[in-house]
């Protein structure tokens, strides 16, 4: 046993010697392709809202905004290993989320039709331009590549590294149309292990349509303002909501259909899909959340079954995150990376039917 750990690391500290001994090229991530943005033409690429043309967020939206979750970059590389470097303008270190999502990257390959994952990487510090590798010991062919951002950080600079003399160039983003999902932590992504792992991300990777995620844990209320950037928000073909998991019963109540007509009359004739709220394994044998989750599921039926009557192309699906043995879960609130894919499967097949109907294969 004793010899296969030392074997072990001996290997690890061969790749790592490996990419250090290596001259690197970088270039900045905003000049290949980024995608995953409501908007293109934020001062700071990474940003998914321009804090400095919508206004009313608190200081923990305002952050969570500038965040770079659901941001990717897209490129191709014959490079056999690849690094990143980094400007953080705010990272955060969330209890219930590894680093590697928060603050870190994750690679996917193209292989055939599939993105197959290839790589992740966290800078061990978060002061001043900090590198992290991400893949080595590649075999030196072209690979399409989809570089996933960090979720819970925000970033002034991403440079990807190439091997020098290899080729970098951007690639045209595969994933169509341009839907917006706004939604809680859950859609942010909290207590992924890899940042590809939100259960938007892996909804592109299988189907080819891309959501844009405006996620804010904690802070997806309903509120007007927020309303307002998806109401300005670019280009977008449709909207789905995670829009139940925060509120209580009586801001569903208060704020559902003024949300809804606010953004009918911005941006007439596309579909607005709700998701009702998943279970939360924390109501198991804890009575007080028990009736509160049971309050906001209750609401949230009652009002979308008046809503879909009510208002032309609005939606209501269903969603799970949890197997048979209620254990696909972090911390009693959000599902582990099993559990998004569980959410993932449960809305796949009804969102692509939704879509087709405008359009949107």
């Known amino acids: 046993m004793k010899r296969i750990v030392l074997f072990a690391a001996a290997v690890l500290l061969s790749s790592a010697l490996f990419a250090q001994g290596k001259s690197y090229v970088y270039t900045e991530a905003s000049s290949l392709t980024l995608g995953g943005k409501l908007f293109t033409d934020i001062p700071n690429p990474y940003h998914r809202v321009d804090t400095v043309k919508f206004k009313g967020f608190t200081k923990g939206e305002n952050l969570q905004v500038r965040e770079s979750s659901g941001i990717y970059c897209l490129f191709k590389t014959n490079s056999k290993?690849?690094?990143?470097?980094?400007?953080?303008?705010t990272p955060t270190f969330p209890n219930s989320t590894m680093g590697i999502a928060a603050r870190g990257y994750d690679l996917y390959i193209k292989e055939g039709k599939v993105?197959?994952?290839?790589?992740?990487g966290?800078?061990?510090?978060t002061d001043g331009e900090v590198s992290c590798n991400i893949v080595v010991n590649m075999d030196?062919?072209?690979?399409e590549c989809l570089l996933y951002l960090p979720l819970f950080s925000e970033v002034n600079s991403v440079k990807v590294g190439v091997e020098e003399g290899s080729t970098l160039e951007p690639i045209d983003n595969p994933f169509?149309?341009?839907?917006?999902?706004?939604?809680?932590?859950?859609t942010h992504g909290a207590s992924c292990s890899r940042s590809g792992m939100t259960y938007p991300a892996q909804f592109t990777r299988k189907t080819g349509i891309q959501l844009l995620s405006l996620g804010c844990s904690g802070n997806?209320?309903?509120?007007?303002?927020?309303?307002?950037?998806?109401?300005?928000?670019?280009?977008?073909d449709a909207f789905v909501f995670d829009a139940f998991s925060n509120p209580l019963a009586p801001m569903i109540e208060e704020r559902l259909f003024p949300f809804i007509?606010?953004?009918q009359a911005a941006q007439p004739g596309k579909p607005l899909i709700f998701q009702q709220t998943i279970r939360r394994e924390s109501r198991n044998f804890n009575t007080d959340t028990e009736a509160k989750e049971a309050a906001k599921q209750a609401m949230a039926d009652s009002l979308m079954k008046i809503a879909c009557k009510k208002y032309k192309d609005v939606y209501f699906i269903k969603t799970n995150a949890t197997g048979p043995t209620n254990e696909a879960t972090v911390d009693g609130t959000h599902p582990d990376d099993y559990g998004y894919t569980l959410w993932e499967k449960s809305i796949e097949k009804k969102l692509k039917r939704i879509l087709a109907k405008y359009g949107i294969r």
């Open 115 to 120: 993105w197959l994952w290839a790589g992740q």
């Open 261 to 263: 007509e606010r953004l």
């Open 220 to 236: 997806c209320k309903l509120q007007t303002y927020f309303c307002d950037v998806l109401c300005n928000a670019e280009d977008i």
């Open 122 to 125: 966290v800078p061990k510090q």
């Open 81 to 89: 290993s690849i690094k990143v470097k980094t400007v953080y303008g």
């Open 140 to 143: 030196g062919s072209m690979h």
């Open 176 to 186: 169509r149309h341009r839907v917006a999902i706004f939604g809680s932590s859950f």
